[in-house]
């Protein structure tokens, strides 16, 4: 049977009169990859920071492996393996890609030191380190300077900070913003092979990519679920066409 990884229950976020995340309660279970959709607005990036503990103003529980969380800030929540990348690209330009890898990495340790990486770091970071840049292509630009790479690139190295620590949950906004056609593929295979064995939740606006990723869709509208099931069932589901205005968009 599977197990849940990751849950919320009751979710509100508010800022002033406006419901941001409205009692939003799901399971998310192991293994599996979780789209969340919804228009402009409707809450998906704010309960993806109330999940990555980014968000600690809200009223409702979060849940991870059956041990509430609700309380414990981001880097907490990072070391016990909730993994999250951001919408805006946060790596360090000025820095190389392997560089730009190991600050992730030792980030997630207890006792890390901010802008300092220890010359004899370990066989473990080696490790982790090479098996990162395996995984996510970026082998032959190890020593680039991270700011000079195509957008794509920075992309997976943006995804590659995530995944260091090797992650169980990975919460990931909108990991295809920005990137160019011809690069979307290869994009779509990297998010494809990191989800393999992790619970992901991906904010995505791009319908064909999202759809293809997940095992289910969660549909938000003015902060509120308004629908879950598999991708064939939202596609066709009547309200949630309804929400994007031009049907051609599912
Ligand atoms: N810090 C904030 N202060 C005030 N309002 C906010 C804040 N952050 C988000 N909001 C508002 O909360 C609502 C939900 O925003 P959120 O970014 O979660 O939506 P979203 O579904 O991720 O949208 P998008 O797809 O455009 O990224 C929006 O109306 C937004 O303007």
């Known amino acids: 049977m599977t197990q849940v990884a990751l849950k919320c229950e009751g979710v509100t976020v508010s800022y002033g009169a406006l419901r941001a995340v409205n009692d939003v309660s799901h399971d998310f279970q192991e293994g599996r990859v979780y789209g969340l959709i919804g228009p402009n607005g409707a809450g998906k990036t704010t309960l993806l920071n109330v999940l990555a503990g980014r968000q600690m103003r809200h009223r409702g529980r979060v849940f991870c492996g059956g041990q509430e969380i609700s309380q414990r800030p981001a880097y907490e929540r990072a070391r016990m393996g909730i993994g999250r990348s951001f919408q805006i690209i946060k790596i360090f330009g000025e820095m190389t890609v392997a560089e730009n890898?190991?600050?992730?990495?030792?980030?997630r340790r207890p006792g890390f030191q901010p802008f300092w990486i220890s010359r004899s770091f370990d066989k473990q970071f080696r490790e982790q380190l090479d098996a990162t840049l395996e995984l996510t292509g970026l082998a032959a630009h190890r020593d680039d300077i991270?700011?000079?790479?195509p957008y794509g690139l920075q992309r997976s190295l943006e995804l590659g900070v995530t995944l260091i620590p090797d992650p169980k949950i990975l919460l990931l906004d909108e990991p295809l913003a920005g990137i160019g056609h011809h690069e979307i593929?290869?994009?779509?295979?990297?998010?494809?092979?990191v989800s393999q064995?992790?619970?992901?939740?991906?904010i995505e606006h791009?319908?064909?990519?999202?759809?293809?990723l997940s095992h289910e869709?969660?549909?938000?509208?003015?902060?509120?679920?308004?629908?879950?099931g598999s991708p064939e069932a939202i596609r066709k589901n009547e309200s949630v066409r309804s929400i994007y205005l031009g049907e051609d968009a599912l």
Do not use: H
């Open 101 to 107: 890898l190991l600050i992730a990495a030792q980030s």
């Open 146 to 149: 991270a700011g000079t790479l």
């Open 185 to 193: 593929q290869a994009a779509l295979e990297l998010i494809q092979k």
């Open 197 to 202: 064995g992790r619970t992901v939740l991906l």
């Open 206 to 212: 791009n319908m064909d990519a999202v759809m293809s």
């Open 217 to 228: 869709i969660v549909v938000m509208s003015n902060g509120s679920v308004i629908a879950c």
